[in-house]
């Protein structure tokens, strides 16, 4: 019995958490048929794209994805302009179009640069290694979590870095590398304690 009213509380916290979803996607485009079209307008299309590519709703993601990378390029805008092709990349992915997927994060890559943004950039190294993993390219994969912890090295955000170093750890465990699996694993919980963050040490222990 215990079981089962376990399975019913996990069930409720998911429809609990999807309803809350719901009402902040709702929220957010109440709030973008008022809006003027400035960069605000940008960053709310982008937020409501990300949204619907949570949701699995990649079509729509893309519609606004595609909204944001036009109207900012129109505002000369150009963060918001490269996240606009961060989500168009992750709702193309979604719907299994690596190839289109890969084009709008070059994309990014190519304006985070110009721009120096480096957040931007390190997030988008990461999404560029989640495509190259599920294509099952394994050099590729690293080379962009390699990128994207130089990145975090160079912001000194101790969060980001333990996030790239057990992102590599997971992707060298895939490819039966367990001694550099481990290697990273141990790197990435000794920033962990550090930080204090003790969710993230007990996840780090739990892939070693």
């Given at each position: 019995?215990?079981?089962?009213?376990?399975?019913?509380?996990?069930?409720?916290?998911?429809?609990?958490?999807?309803?809350?979803?719901?009402?902040?996607?709702?929220?957010?485009?109440?709030?973008?048929?008022?809006?003027?079209?400035?960069?605000?307008?940008?960053?709310?299309?982008?937020?409501i794209g990300k949204a619907m590519w949570s949701r699995g709703e990649y079509n729509q993601g893309l519609s606004y994805s595609a909204g944001a990378i036009e109207l900012a390029g129109k505002l000369k805008f150009m963060s918001g302009q490269a996240y606009g092709h961060v989500i168009a990349g992750l709702n193309s992915n979604g719907q299994e179009k690596p190839v289109i997927a890969l084009e709008h994060l070059f994309k990014a890559e190519k304006i985070f640069e110009r721009i120096q943004h480096l957040k931007g950039l390190s997030s988008t190294y990461n999404n560029l290694a989640m495509v190259?993993?599920?294509?099952?390219?394994?050099?590729?994969?690293?080379?962009?979590?390699?990128?994207?912890?130089?990145?975090?090295?160079?912001?000194?955000?101790?969060?980001?870095?333990?996030?790239?170093?057990?992102?590599?750890a997971i992707a060298y465990s895939s490819v039966d590398n367990n001694e550099k699996a481990l290697e990273y694993n141990f790197k990435a919980m000794e920033i962990r304690k550090q930080d204090n963050n003790i969710d993230g040490v007990a996840s780090s222990q739990c892939n070693i």
């Open positions: 019995m215990k079981y089962l009213v376990h399975a019913i509380f996990i069930i409720s916290l998911v429809a609990s958490s999807l309803k809350g979803q719901t009402r902040k996607l709702d929220s957010l485009k109440k709030v973008l048929q008022t809006s003027k079209s400035d960069t605000n307008k940008v960053i709310l299309l982008n937020r190259y993993g599920e294509l099952g390219n394994s050099p590729k994969t690293l080379e962009n979590l390699q990128k994207s912890l130089k990145v975090e090295e160079v912001l000194k955000n101790k969060h980001g870095i333990a996030f790239a170093l057990s992102n590599i």
